[in-house]
């Protein structure tokens, strides 16, 4: 519903609005922060590209070469969150997530209501629709067969196979229940075919299967396949043939597999053996109906190619180079008779070079780096990429090892070899209307979309997309934010000392550097906040590169190492230190091993040392006098310790392990008994006995029980079933106890998202429904009736007792209501309307009293308020502004506890209404004792009742208006229309 208290913030802004503060002003650069535009396609004479603004998130937008027709196609997920999934150490790519079928582009895309979905689109914003509503649905490409799409969606630690005819309806499931740790590494078509690979779990090999679209005709081609390197590579479709490379591992050997398939079966083309040692990089590439396949070992500095025509007796090696001292490897380019590619020279320099196909001659075309400089790690960055403009026309970009990032121009010949100076950075580029269109950088609005002639001369700034600054430095991406005694401590970078610990003094109204751990612009990272006694206890990088871990009181003489202990970089993440016996535990690895220690004071004790045992931990809770945590390594399974060496141990071999919580002196969580089995609710008091499942929920499948809390002796939870998708259930302990609680989106329709998966490592993100918070005993939550979209829903545990408080965002689109936080009898929280963008709300448990507390940004855009704290009943807050960025907020009290002077009230009414000359207006139960009438734009407007409470609204303009009454000291509103 509209909120009036919205429209009173905008009519009185010093009532309410001049309650804000901003508290820092803190960036660690100038400039804006870009949009990033990237993954450029052409669909009907338009050219689309994913970008990301402060308004919209990470969305597609389209473009017809103009700059006033260039906007965003949709905003999919209305606000600021973003629609196209962004995993970490991946960006999505449009031609993946994106296909063509029957001149109609479809894509993946996530509304945040119903999760990764199909949608399709003509180009423009009205035909751009969601087509699918597929319950515990993850698609993460689409692939063209024929007349259908195909596509792989997770599951848990099972990969199922989908197809669409681009209908909901004709989007049905293929086959299920196919065992991966991960999700699939390769999707293609051949022969009207799909065709994919995906690892197996525990065996680090792969499977390659195909599938013409009926469950019968999905089965593996090739199983137990090792990688090239760190998967399976070389995928080219050719001759109606797949090719694609494997390796073959014995103890003393390794080979090269060459396979092909026609989607029926599998042959081994050629057997090559090689060293050991691990292929780093490699391609493939299509020239003169001949296939090359290329090789690079970073170690050796070896590079070497291999061509084939799909025979034994065709495969054969064509160029292999070992240099003597390090040099940049590119992709395999062509000119359309000739193979193209950087390697080494006769000089050991690296050079752009052209290998003749029928008489396999290399020649130099230029020398581009003389002594280029080897980076420490290779990874598949640090390449040179060769990439096509259009036909006869070449950018070669430079490796990220380069102190600076280079771009040459090229046509294949030495003479029209030559740099780009005029442009200092390129990201990604396209070709359309005989312009290049791409990605550019300056300091002042970061990476933004830029145009230029084919040999990019005369680049010009095309469309500032995101013009956002910089503000906190989020840390990791996990902004660090707590409270202590009268102060918020923070990690922070001001662009001079680092990201490193701050804080804000509310009795001084101040905020500072607390101390610069890692002196100068390095970064300490100040991360694993956690509260105690009076202090922060908190990891740290030192000078030395070391994590140690820090005490502070707030105060730069009160911020010290608790202990000269020196642990690996990567020893501490998210929920590795805990409260247990008036300790803090925490896992980190020392020497190569991994080990349970307790900081007891000013000092860090040793309580089990795991040896080599690999200790992946993600979450450590305590329950009861024990202390539990799981490992997500290989080696897996659910551990417990009592804070002793020998109470500290495996209690039982589990996977995919999430959701630890305490509840009744015990700890549930999901979990599956093998890898890649069902995932189902399990509870362990410690013992291997007592490490049980509590209910096998989804009977043949996994119900994948997530959301776990403990609220009024109940455990409650969302978990999916087939008969009515995700739900919420709760559980005393016992099977027989464990039910659903409610079925709020009727039908297989959930009423909660899964949560998004990463791809890249097979981990759960956490997403932003949900998000229990207590008060005046009942839980909040978010959910999504159907109806309503996600919005703000309580339950006191009984069915009955689970409503929807507050339809805040009218329509089927929710506000999606976020980071809910309670404090003395309120709770507030962010949410977003049409009107208003996300901002901070308020409830007291009512719709009448659900209300939007702030606006810090007028209008529709969003100031996105998060880490909502309290300081003697002060409220603080994070926002964001386009010209400070995410900035320390406080509202203060006097607008607080004042929201409730400006009620509608039901009391009043106003009659008739619309009315066209004479409104009249009455109480039931108060004298009204004066009244005046606001217009939208926040003026009084003259009015004089007569006797009988009837007022004269003839003379005013068509629109809405409030009635504003004062009686018996209440203020009261009523809206009215004045035809």
Same mark, same amino acid.
């Given at each position: 519903?509209?909120? =009036?208290?919205?429209?009173?913030?905008?009519?009185?802004?010093?009532?309410?609005?001049?309650?804000?503060?901003?508290?820092t002003?803190?960036?660690?650069?100038?400039?804006?922060?870009?949009?990033?535009?990237?993954?450029?396609?052409?669909?009907?004479?338009?050219?689309?590209?994913?970008?990301?603004?402060?308004?919209?998130?990470?969305?597609?937008?389209?473009?017809? !070469?103009?700059?006033?027709?260039?906007?965003?196609?949709k905003d999919?997920?209305?606000?600021?969150?973003?629609?196209?999934?962004?995993?970490?150490?991946s960006?999505?790519?449009?031609?993946?997530? %994106?296909?063509?079928?029957?001149?109609?582009?479809?894509?993946?895309? &996530? $509304?945040?209501?119903?999760?990764?979905?199909?949608?399709?689109?003509?180009?423009?914003?009205?035909? *751009?629709?969601?087509?699918?509503?597929?319950?515990?649905?993850?698609?993460?490409?689409?692939?063209?067969?024929?007349?259908?799409?195909?596509?792989? %969606?997770?599951?848990?630690?099972? =990969?199922?196979?989908?197809?669409?005819?681009?209908?909901?309806?004709?989007? /049905?499931?293929?086959?299920?229940?196919?065992?991966?740790?991960?999700?699939?590494?390769?999707?293609?078509s051949?022969?009207?075919?799909?065709?994919?690979?995906?690892s197996?779990?525990?065996?680090?090999?792969?499977?390659?299967?195909?599938?013409?679209?009926s469950?019968?005709?999905?089965?593996?081609?090739?199983?137990?396949?090792?990688?090239?390197?760190?998967?399976?590579?070389?995928?080219?479709e050719?001759?109606?043939?797949?090719?694609?490379v494997?390796?073959?591992?014995?103890?003393?050997s390794s080979?090269?597999?060459?396979?092909?398939?026609?989607?029926?079966?599998?042959?081994?083309?050629?057997?090559?053996?090689?060293?050991?040692?691990?292929?780093?990089?490699?391609?493939?590439?299509?020239?003169?109906?001949?296939?090359?396949?290329?090789?690079?070992?970073?170690?050796?500095?070896?590079?070497?190619?291999?061509?084939s025509?799909?025979?034994a007796?065709?495969?054969?090696?064509?160029?292999d180079?070992?240099?003597?001292?390090?040099?940049?490897?590119?992709?395999?380019?062509?000119?359309?008779?000739?193979?193209?590619?950087? @390697?080494?020279?006769?000089?050991? #320099?690296?050079?752009?070079?052209?290998?003749?196909?029928?008489?396999?001659? =290399?020649?130099?075309?230029?020398?581009?780096?003389?002594?280029?400089?080897?980076?420490y790690?290779?990874?598949?960055?640090?390449?040179?990429?060769?990439?096509?403009?259009?036909?006869?026309?070449?950018?070669?970009?430079?490796?990220n090892?380069?102190?600076?990032?280079?771009?040459?121009?090229? +046509?294949?010949?030495?003479?029209?070899?030559s740099?780009i100076?005029?442009?200092?950075?390129?990201?990604?580029f396209?070709?359309?209307?005989?312009?290049?269109?791409?990605?550019?950088?300056?300091?002042?609005i970061?990476?933004?979309?830029?145009?230029?002639?084919?040999?990019?001369?005369?680049?010009?700034?095309?469309?500032?997309? &995101?013009? @956002?600054?910089?503000?906190?430095?989020?840390?990791?991406?996990?902004?660090?934010?707590?409270e202590? &005694?009268?102060?918020?401590?923070?990690?922070?970078?001001?662009?001079v000392?680092?990201?490193?610990?701050?804080?804000?003094n509310?009795?001084?109204?101040?905020?500072?550097?607390?101390?610069?751990?890692?002196?100068?612009?390095?970064?300490?990272?100040?991360?694993?906040?956690?509260?105690?006694n009076?202090?922060?206890?908190?990891?740290?990088?030192?000078?030395?590169?070391?994590?140690?871990?820090?005490?502070?009181?707030?105060?730069?003489?009160?911020?010290?190492?608790?202990?000269?202990? %020196?642990?690996?970089?990567?020893?501490?993440?998210?929920?590795?230190?805990?409260?247990?016996?008036n300790?803090?535990?925490?896992?980190?690895?020392?020497?190569?091993?991994?080990?349970?220690?307790?900081?007891?004071? #000013?000092?860090?004790?040793?309580?089990?040392n795991?040896?080599?045992?690999?200790?992946?931990?993600?979450?450590?809770?305590?329950?009861?006098?024990?202390?539990?945590?799981?490992?997500?390594?290989?080696?897996?399974?659910?551990?417990?310790s009592?804070?002793?060496?020998?109470?500290s141990?495996?209690?039982?071999?589990?996977?995919?392990?999430?959701?630890?919580?305490?509840?009744?002196?015990?700890?549930?969580?999901?979990?599956?008994?093998?890898?890649?089995?069902?995932?189902?609710?399990?509870? %362990?008091?410690?013992?291997?006995?007592?490490?049980?499942?509590?209910?096998?929920?989804?009977?043949?499948?996994?119900?994948?029980? $997530?959301?776990?809390?403990?609220?009024?002796?109940?455990?409650?939870?969302?978990?999916?079933?087939?008969?009515? !998708?995700?739900?919420?259930?709760?559980? +005393?302990?016992?099977?027989?106890? *464990?039910?659903?609680?409610?079925?709020?989106?009727?039908?297989?329709?959930?009423? /909660?998202?899964?949560?998004?998966?990463?791809?890249?490592?097979?981990?759960?993100?956490?997403?932003?429904v949900?998000?229990?918070?207590?008060?005046?005993?009942?839980?909040?939550?978010?959910?999504?009736?159907?109806?309503?979209?996600?919005?703000?829903?309580?339950?006191?545990?009984?069915?009955a007792?689970?409503?929807?408080? @507050? +339809?805040?965002?009218?329509?089927?689109?929710?506000?999606?209501?976020?980071?809910?936080t309670s404090?003395?009898?309120?709770?507030?929280?962010?949410?977003?309307?049409?009107?208003?963008?996300?901002?901070?709300w308020?409830?007291?448990?009512?719709?009448?009293?659900?209300?939007?507390?702030?606006?810090?940004i007028?209008?529709?855009?969003?100031?996105?308020?998060?880490?909502?704290?309290?300081?003697?009943?002060?409220?603080?807050?994070?926002a964001?502004?386009?010209?400070?960025?995410r900035?320390?907020w406080?509202?203060?009290?006097?607008?607080?506890?004042?929201?409730?002077?400006?009620?509608?009230?039901?009391?009043?009414?106003v009659?008739?209404?619309? *009315?066209?000359?004479?409104?009249?207006?009455?109480?039931?139960?108060w004298?009204?004792?004066q009244?005046?009438?606001?217009?939208?734009? !926040?003026?009084?407007?003259?009015?004089?009742?007569?006797?009988?409470?009837?007022?004269?609204?003839?003379?005013?303009?068509?629109?809405?208006? =409030?009635?504003?009454?004062?009686? +018996?000291?209440?203020?009261?509103?009523?809206?009215?229309i004045?035809?």
């Amino acid at each position: 519903m509209k909120r =009036l208290f919205l429209l009173l913030l905008f009519l009185f802004p010093y009532t309410v609005l001049q309650a804000q503060q901003q508290l820092t002003e803190i960036t660690y650069r100038d400039g804006n922060g870009g949009s990033s535009p990237e993954n450029f396609i052409e669909f009907n004479g338009l050219m689309f590209f994913i970008a990301n603004s402060k308004s919209e998130g990470k969305e597609i937008w389209v473009s017809d !070469g103009t700059k006033e027709n260039t906007q965003v196609l949709k905003d999919v997920y209305p606000g600021p969150e973003s629609s196209i999934f962004d995993y970490f150490l991946s960006s999505p790519i449009l031609e993946q997530i %994106s296909a063509v079928l029957n001149n109609k582009l479809y894509f993946i895309a &996530n $509304d945040g209501q119903n999760g990764p979905q199909i949608w399709v689109t003509d180009g423009t914003r009205q035909e *751009t629709k969601r087509i699918t509503n597929v319950p515990n649905f993850h698609p993460s490409r689409l692939t063209v067969v024929g007349e259908n799409l195909f596509m792989i %969606s997770k599951k848990g630690d099972l =990969l199922e196979v989908w197809k669409s005819d681009g209908t909901n309806d004709g989007t /049905v499931l293929v086959k299920g229940d196919i065992p991966s740790n991960r999700v699939a590494v390769i999707e293609s078509s051949v022969n009207n075919l799909f065709v994919f690979a995906h690892s197996i779990p525990m065996a680090g090999g792969y499977n390659v299967w195909r599938s013409d679209g009926s469950e019968a005709g999905t089965f593996p081609i090739l199983q137990n396949l090792q990688g090239s390197a760190s998967g399976l590579s070389h995928f080219i479709e050719f001759q109606n043939e797949l090719y694609f490379v494997a390796r073959k591992n014995t103890q003393d050997s390794s080979s090269l597999l060459f396979l092909k398939s026609n989607g029926l079966n599998a042959i081994v083309i050629k057997e090559v053996n090689i060293d050991q040692e691990w292929i780093d990089f490699e391609d493939v590439i299509k020239v003169n109906n001949k296939l090359y396949f290329s090789f690079y070992k970073f170690e050796s500095n070896h590079f070497f190619i291999w061509e084939s025509d799909g025979t034994a007796q065709g495969t054969r090696k064509v160029h292999d180079e070992t240099g003597g001292k390090y040099f940049i490897p590119s992709n395999l380019s062509t000119d359309g008779n000739h193979l193209i590619f950087t @390697s080494k020279n006769i000089n050991e #320099e690296t050079a752009l070079l052209r290998l003749k196909p029928d008489t396999y001659e =290399l020649e130099e075309i230029k020398t581009l780096v003389t002594d280029p400089v080897k980076p420490y790690f290779f990874s598949r960055f640090d390449i040179n990429d060769i990439q096509k403009i259009k036909l006869g026309s070449y950018l070669i970009s430079f490796g990220n090892s380069q102190d600076q990032k280079k771009y040459w121009k090229t +046509d294949f010949s030495t003479a029209n070899t030559s740099p780009i100076t005029n442009i200092p950075v390129i990201g990604a580029f396209f070709h359309y209307k005989n312009q290049v269109y791409f990605s550019g950088y300056s300091e002042a609005i970061g990476y933004e979309l830029w145009n230029a002639n084919l040999d990019f001369t005369n680049p010009q700034l095309f469309a500032d997309i &995101n013009t @956002s600054r910089y503000g906190l430095q989020k840390n990791f991406g996990r902004f660090q934010f707590t409270e202590l &005694n009268d102060k918020l401590l923070f990690s922070a970078d001001d662009g001079v000392h680092g990201n490193e610990l701050w804080t804000y003094n509310s009795s001084t109204n101040t905020s500072h550097l607390v101390k610069d751990i890692f002196i100068g612009e390095n970064s300490s990272g100040p991360s694993n906040f956690i509260s105690y006694n009076n202090s922060l206890y908190f990891t740290a990088n030192n000078e030395n590169g070391a994590r140690r871990v820090w005490k502070s009181d707030g105060t730069e003489a009160g911020t010290t190492m608790i202990n000269d202990l %020196s642990v690996g970089f990567n020893a501490f993440t998210r929920n590795h230190m805990t409260f247990f016996q008036n300790k803090i535990l925490f896992i980190s690895e020392q020497g190569g091993n991994h080990v349970l220690f307790a900081i007891n004071g #000013e000092n860090i004790e040793m309580i089990k040392n795991f040896g080599e045992y690999i200790m992946n931990i993600e979450e450590m809770v305590v329950s009861g006098n024990k202390v539990f945590f799981y490992n997500l390594s290989s080696q897996g399974g659910i551990w417990v310790s009592d804070g002793t060496e020998m109470g500290s141990f495996k209690i039982k071999d589990l996977y995919s392990i999430r959701e630890l919580t305490a509840f009744n002196g015990k700890v549930f969580f999901s979990a599956a008994k093998e890898q890649g089995g069902e995932i189902e609710l399990w509870q %362990s008091d410690g013992t291997l006995e007592g490490t049980k499942m509590v209910k096998d929920i989804g009977m043949g499948y996994s119900s994948e029980p $997530d959301d776990l809390v403990s609220f009024n002796e109940k455990l409650i939870f969302t978990t999916y079933t087939e008969e009515t !998708g995700r739900e919420f259930w709760v559980s +005393d302990g016992t099977a027989e106890s *464990t039910v659903q609680l409610i079925d709020i989106n009727p039908g297989r329709k959930a009423s /909660v998202l899964t949560k998004d998966y990463n791809i890249i490592t097979s981990l759960y993100r956490p997403k932003v429904v949900v998000g229990y918070t207590e008060l005046n005993g009942f839980l909040y939550f978010t959910a999504n009736d159907g109806v309503h979209g996600t919005e703000l829903w309580r339950t006191d545990g009984t069915p009955a007792g689970t409503t929807l408080v @507050s +339809d805040i965002n009218e329509g089927a689109y929710g506000s999606i209501p976020r980071d809910l936080t309670s404090h003395e009898g309120k709770l507030y929280f962010s949410a977003y309307t049409e009107e208003s963008g996300v901002e901070l709300w308020i409830s007291e448990g009512t719709d009448a009293t659900t209300l939007q507390l702030y606006d810090v940004i007028r209008g529709p855009e969003s100031s996105l308020p998060s880490h909502i704290s309290f300081i003697n009943d002060e409220i603080y807050f994070i926002a964001e502004t386009e010209n400070h960025g995410r900035q320390l907020w406080k509202g203060g009290e006097d607008s607080v506890t004042g929201i409730e002077d400006w009620l509608e009230d039901d009391g009043l009414k106003v009659y008739p209404n619309p *009315t066209s000359e004479y409104l009249m207006f009455e109480h039931s139960d108060w004298r009204i004792q004066q009244v005046k009438i606001v217009n939208m734009q !926040g003026q009084t407007l003259s009015v004089q009742p007569d006797a009988t409470n009837k007022i004269y609204v003839g003379n005013l303009p068509s629109g809405m208006y =409030l009635l504003i009454a004062e009686a +018996d000291d209440q203020k009261l509103v009523k809206k009215f229309i004045k035809e």
